[in-house]
């Protein structure tokens, strides 16, 4: 006797994935808003210049104008060859010493890298940077 094989008459069932898109975007949604974003600004290291305790040889902190037609040196218009020789003197003396570079609104950033870079190559690293309105 032969064994005779029975036709499954049920169908299978169709998978309905409408409803399984609408909780993923649910799910997306939730988790965009529910997310707090990490605030890059908040992790910088700002230098802040410290109160002059009696500076070093009469050196206090050196103020720094960047104008759009050249600088100032605590109110002194300068150069930046003579700028450069008087920041290799302060260099020489104390390459700790803070320097508080100000830029204007219509000072040209390029500017303010040479003044960086001139800077960085004498050695001096206690620097802060802020702006300023008007020139």
Same mark, same amino acid.
Not at 9 to 31: P, S
């Given at each position: 006797?032969?064994?005779?094989?029975?036709? #499954?008459?049920?169908?299978?069932?169709?998978?309905?994935?409408?409803?399984? /898109?609408?909780?993923?975007?649910?799910?997306?949604?939730?988790? /965009?808003?529910?997310?707090?974003?990490?605030?890059?600004?908040?992790?910088? #290291?700002?230098?802040?210049?410290?109160?002059?305790?009696?500076?070093?040889?009469?050196?206090?902190?050196?103020?720094?104008?960047?104008?759009?037609?050249?600088?100032?040196?605590?109110?002194?218009?300068?150069?930046?060859?003579?700028?450069?020789?008087?920041?290799?003197?302060?260099?020489?003396?104390?390459?700790?010493?803070?320097?508080? /570079?100000?830029?204007? #609104?219509?000072?040209?950033?390029?500017?303010?890298? =040479?003044?960086?870079? /001139?800077?960085?190559?004498?050695?001096?690293?206690?620097?802060?940077? =802020?702006?300023?309105?008007?020139?």
């Amino acid at each position: 006797m032969a064994r005779q094989r029975r036709l #499954n008459r049920f169908q299978a069932g169709e998978l309905n994935l409408t409803a399984m /898109i609408d909780v993923a975007f649910q799910l997306l949604a939730f988790f /965009i808003l529910t997310a707090h974003p990490v605030d890059v600004m908040a992790n910088l #290291n700002v230098l802040r210049p410290m109160p002059d305790v009696g500076g070093t040889e009469g050196v206090s902190a050196i103020r720094v104008t960047v104008f759009p037609d050249g600088y100032t040196v605590n109110g002194t218009t300068m150069s930046l060859v003579t700028l450069a020789e008087k920041l290799g003197r302060i260099a020489s003396i104390d390459k700790s010493q803070t320097i508080l /570079i100000q830029c204007t #609104n219509e000072s040209d950033h390029g500017q303010l890298v =040479v003044f960086l870079d /001139i800077c960085a190559k004498l050695g001096l690293t206690n620097l802060s940077v =802020v702006s300023s309105e008007g020139s």
